[in-house]
């Protein structure tokens, strides 16, 4: 979700005789790309979504398009999410809030919170879905301040970033920190959700967009951290505090060989050599200061891989409800690619199959019917955005038969002349 920015008028043709402002011309170039356009925004709405099934049969679907229906649960009422399919066939003329998409969520269309609905796509459901998480944005507000988005009253340009960990959105300006161009991080862990995942911060130290390292003093945006060794761990440091000296010169010597998101100053306290036990990632960045402040961070692609797996930290992730941290498949991009490429396996593009058999006339001919169109049913679109009601398919059926029968008359009145 981001704030779109106003589009501003288009500009007008010069030139000219006749006193009225021309149509602007669309050159078919410019319909491909717009085309183009739309497709990609849609694929990253919905991605892999299903728009024909209800997704309910799949259980706790992984990632897929949500919306909340303000009509059937409204502020106040328990909070339910539905799937893309039943936003359709279900909810066609309700008022809708889109959720963009969220994690490990099952339908819950017609079940129990649905008073007087009953699922048309499939009726035979549980009454809840226990597993289901929700928060503020099923009533259609979002981000710390609870407002709606778009946002009537608020005329501050802003875009909306999505947290990874509790999928809420949020202004860039409450986030605590400025979020840097959007083309240099990939995903955002929210101000909260960082207090809640405490050990991303030693994480952050090398891989937050821009790493969280240079702080002077305690005095500073943040303060220094270190985590309070166990008994067995102070036992070890003691013993080894003789020769501490030169362990760290040669762990120094060992850190170019790493990761970046491994490398640090020491190693796990165990007794045992390297070689032989892994590495706790996590224990090694712990073991040194690193920066925790009271703001959003900001992450790059793939960072989730650089997360420690060991039998420790994965234990940890579950107590904290986070194991999705280190699933690749559970990032938007990769709902998103999964989406374009299932499309891409069947599509083909009709428009320029069709031109590419017809001659210069004829693809004149055909661009004059496409102007036609567009501006019909543009005109006829614009109707259900003022009213606030969804498109169904008897709608662009209806519209579609009365341009036909316009089209044939405007053809039975003209006249042939042949030589």
């Known amino acids: 979700m981001e704030a779109a920015a106003p589009e501003g008028a288009e500009p007008g043709s010069g030139g000219g005789g006749g006193g009225g402002a021309e149509e602007p011309v669309v050159s078919l170039a410019e319909v491909l790309a717009e085309n183009e356009e739309l497709e990609k925004e849609a694929r990253a709405v919905l991605g892999g979504s299903d728009h024909e099934r209800c997704s309910y049969s799949q259980g706790a679907v992984k990632r897929q398009a949500l919306y909340a229906c303000s009509t059937c649960t409204p502020p106040g ?8 399919a039943c936003s359709y066939e279900c909810h066609g003329t ?3 809030f889109e959720l963009y998409t969220k994690r490990n969520f099952r339908c819950d269309c017609g079940n129990s919170k649905f008073k007087n609905l009953q699922c048309k796509l499939l009726p035979e459901k549980g009454k809840v879905n226990s597993e289901n998480k929700y928060n503020d944005n099923f009533y259609g507000l979002y981000c710390t301040c609870k407002r709606p988005y778009p946002d009537p009253e608020d005329e501050i340009p802003d875009e909306m970033i999505q947290c990874i960990v509790c999928e809420d959105w949020f202004h860039g300006r409450h986030l605590g920190a400025v979020p840097p161009e959007s083309g240099d991080f990939h995903e955002m862990v929210c101000q909260a959700c960082m207090n809640h995942c405490h050990f991303l911060w030693a994480y952050a130290s090398q891989l937050a967009v821009p790493p969280l390292t ?5 005095e500073g945006e943040g303060v220094f951290l270190k985590v309070k060794e166990s008994e067995e761990q102070q036992k070890e ?3 080894e505090s003789g020769v501490e000296h030169q362990e760290m010169k040669e762990e120094k010597q060992t850190e ?3 990761e970046p998101s491994t490398s640090s100053g020491s190693a796990c306290p165990e007794v045992v050599p390297k070689s032989e036990e892994p590495v ?5 960045l712990q073991s040194k200061p690193f920066l925790k402040k009271d703001t959003a961070t900001f992450w790059p692609l793939n960072w989730r891989s650089k997360l420690c797996t ?3 930290c994965l234990k940890m992730y579950s107590e904290l409800e986070v194991q999705f941290l280190t699933d690749e498949c559970d990032t938007v991009l990769a709902y998103e690619n999964k989406g374009t490429s299932d499309q891409e396996t069947e599509r083909r593009d009709p428009l320029m199959d069709t031109l590419n058999s017809m001659n210069r006339v004829q693809q004149v001919e055909l661009i004059c019917e496409y102007n036609d169109l567009k501006t019909e049913l543009t005109d006829y679109l614009r109707r259900f955005a003022d009213e606030g009601t969804v498109v169904k398919r008897e709608d662009i059926q209806h519209f579609f038969e009365e341009f ?3 089209k044939r008359q405007r053809t039975n009145r003209m006249q042939y002349y042949c030589s």
């Open 310 to 312: 060991c039998d420790d």
């Open 214 to 218: 240079k702080v002077n003093s305690l």
């Open 77 to 84: 009422g328990e909070p339910a999410g539905i799937c893309l």
């Open 280 to 284: 706790c990632k996590l224990k090694e």
């Open 256 to 258: 170019q060989f790493n």
């Open 237 to 239: 440091i003691k013993k």
């Open 94 to 96: 309700h008022r809708l």
């Open 404 to 406: 036909q029968s316009r």
